[in-house]
């Protein structure tokens, strides 16, 4: 009787033979990493988007820092783009405001006829939908911003991991297009970005690039203060 209750026992726990575990990244070919990240990164699910930079953590190809660096850039493009459009929302939140603030000054300045003031109702309603609908504008915007740079953030950390894992070999083509980007390119948080990624990246041939770089006449004093 006893082993017929353990075996019931055992019958009744959850069946997880048929679940696989998580797969690591760095065993999928490269082919199908790079497949997912663009789908991920261009994916409306914000849940998903954010779990794009991780399909290239440790990748031991130098072709992955081109394709982190390509996502970047993307994202990059959107954040602009999120500025912009808060610019936009708040300017015309406060063309609103003004709109509101001389309606009630123009009620007060003198009596008024029950018709003027019927009329200030109705603009006063306008203008406070329009200002509201500014603002939760404004907070999803505020929302979006806060993604973008966190997606940008873990674009540094996923780079500094994929040179930590390049072969001694192929850590220079690696380092070719972090450099061409983020300290020769136009981003002004380039060279801290590309200090980020070295300086988590401790290996001798990094060491060497951040000594190429203060040695070089061509470049730019915010990558040498970078490097320093």
């Excluded at 130098?62 to 993307?74: M, Q, S």
């Excluded at 309606?103 to 007060?108: D, Q, R």
């Excluded at 940008?152 to 001694?168: E, F, N, Q, R, Y």
Aim: overall charge positive; charged content about 35%.
């Amino acid at each position: 009787m006893h082993y017929r209750w353990v075996l019931i026992g055992v019958l009744a726990l959850p069946w997880v033979g048929g679940v696989e575990a998580a797969e690591d990244e760095t065993l999928r070919p490269w082919n199908g990493v790079r497949v997912l990240f663009r789908d991920r990164l261009d994916s409306d699910d914000p849940r998903e988007r954010a779990r794009a930079f991780e399909c290239l953590r440790s990748r031991p190809e130098p072709k992955a820092l081109d394709e982190l660096l390509r996502g970047y850039r993307k994202v990059r493009a959107e954040g602009n783009r999120i500025r912009t459009e808060q610019e936009k929302t708040e300017r015309q939140s406060e063309k609103f405001l003004k709109k509101l603030f001389a309606a009630h000054a123009k009620l007060t300045s003198g009596r008024k006829t029950a018709r003027e003031i019927e009329a200030f109702n109705k603009t006063e309603r306008k203008l406070s939908r329009d200002i509201e609908k500014r603002r939760r504008a404004a907070k999803n915007l505020e929302n979006d911003w806060s993604r973008n740079r966190a997606l940008l953030d873990c674009a540094t950390d996923i780079g500094a991991s994929i040179l930590l894992a390049l072969p001694a070999g192929d850590v220079d083509e690696g380092l070719t297009p972090l450099r061409r980007t983020w300290l020769e390119g136009r981003d002004p948080e380039g060279p801290m970005r590309w200090m980020d990624v070295l300086g988590s990246a401790r290996r001798a041939e990094v060491l060497d690039e951040l000594k190429a770089v203060l040695a070089s006449a061509d470049i730019g004093e915010e990558a040498r203060i970078a490097a320093l």
